[in-house]
């Protein structure tokens, strides 16, 4: 009896992911284009101690053609040389600036409070706005082709599903499996959507019409979200605009983390999409991850063991087969792959009842700071007055 309703809640959520596939299937890209523009951008770089990385995110900045009209480095009270490093490219680029976002607003998220801040201190007169983030590299065609896209879709917002760089063989395991979440719960990149429960996003490289931010104050809506990217496409699609996530012909890659514990540690704070528009479509994308995408190949080895009927041993191969399909699907999100990575599918239990937890969290720790989830999903900073159990 209960392995008769456990097998026809996976098969009903079954049936939402694989009609998800196939809704999202055969979607658009973000082809390279070199023709030039007369619209102008603006790009938004939060850092916090980026000293490590942020060199080379601006030497691929200040490649970028003159659509660029400026660079804004919002530094958010960085101690390891970050604001000197950025001092040494505004006399080799005029449009490299610095702005000094430190302190931080007790109720805003470090990052959400550079990106509004940096959006206030940017032109005017620039009709577009890229956020980026300082793990990101980019080929110095990446600007034309967003906007060439943007003229080509009429989309007034969307990211780009960055080709990811890994650390090692352990990483090349844990961080297919994490990104695969994102796929069974929202489907394949490639389609715009104003559905506040079907759209994705990337904050590591998020484009989009300054009028539309402007209007719509998407940047303050996520000023207490650590998944900022996607709470301001929730926020748009709330005021019925369209968001698009895509993938590019190689214009962008980043390494998240330096290794596989910083991915277990540092994702699931954003991966579960928490946030204030979080309800039961969400909470049902995390069930379908454990559901539909981790056990199958747990029910399968032990299926004799319980005394699975057959039909439930059938669908946990049907599942686990297509999980198979999915791995070779998602290969083409990474630069290189190890051979650990084949084997990533093994860990999708535990990743799946991390992000489970990680939701269920009041408490999460970033840069140093600890916060706390509000009502509303939202998150503000600890007051060293009070005491939360986590």
Not at 156 to 181: E, K, N, W
Not at 284 to 308: C, D, F, K, N, R
Request: proline share 4%; aromatic share 10%; with cysteine.
């Amino acid at each position: 009896m209960i392995l008769g309703l456990f097998g026809a809640l996976q098969l009903l959520l079954a049936l939402r992911v694989i009609f998800r596939f196939v809704r999202t299937a055969g979607g658009d890209r973000i082809e390279v284009s070199n023709e030039s523009r007369r619209e102008q951008v603006s790009v938004i770089l939060p850092v916090l101690n980026e000293a490590a990385r942020i060199q080379a995110c601006l030497e691929c900045l200040v490649a970028q053609t003159e659509a660029v009209k400026e660079i804004l480095v919002v530094d958010g009270g960085s101690t390891d040389g970050t604001q000197s490093m950025v001092a040494q490219y505004q006399p080799r680029d005029r449009r490299v600036r610095l702005v000094d976002a430190n302190p931080v607003p007790s109720d805003w998220t470090g990052k959400t409070w550079g990106l509004y801040l940096g959006f206030k201190n940017s032109d005017a007169r620039s009709e577009w706005v890229l956020c980026i983030d300082a793990d990101v590299r980019c080929s110095p065609l990446l600007v034309c082709s967003l906007l060439a896209h943007a003229e080509r879709t009429g989309i007034s917002t969307f990211s780009v599903a960055t080709r990811q760089l890994l650390s090692g063989f352990a990483d090349a395991m844990l961080h297919p499996s994490f990104l695969t979440t994102l796929v069974y719960r929202f489907g394949i990149p490639g389609k715009a959507t104003c559905n506040s429960h079907q759209v994705q996003a990337n904050g590591q490289c998020f484009f989009s019409r300054r009028e539309t931010l402007s209007r719509t104050d998407a940047f303050r809506t996520a000023q207490g979200s650590f998944s900022d990217d996607f709470t301001m496409v929730r926020k748009l699609a709330e005021c019925g605009e369209l968001s698009g996530f895509y993938e590019s012909d190689g214009l962008v890659w980043v390494r998240m983390y330096e290794g596989w514990l910083e991915t277990w540690s540092n994702w699931p704070r954003s991966l579960p999409t928490q946030d204030r528009y979080f309800s039961w479509h969400e909470a049902t994308g995390l069930l379908e991850v454990l559901l539909v995408q981790a056990l199958p190949l747990s029910l399968l080895a032990i299926a004799h063991a319980i005394g699975a009927p057959g039909w439930l041993v059938a669908l946990n191969l049907s599942l686990s087969l297509t999980r198979v399909g999915v791995l070779i699907g998602t290969a083409r999100a990474y630069e290189r792959r190890p051979w650990t990575y084949w084997f990533s599918p093994v860990l999708d239990l535990p990743v799946a009842l991390r992000l489970i937890t990680s939701a269920l969290k009041r408490r999460q720790v970033w840069r140093g700071r600890v916060y706390i989830r509000r009502a509303d999903g939202s998150f503000e900073p600890l007051d060293s007055s009070k005491t939360v159990a986590t």
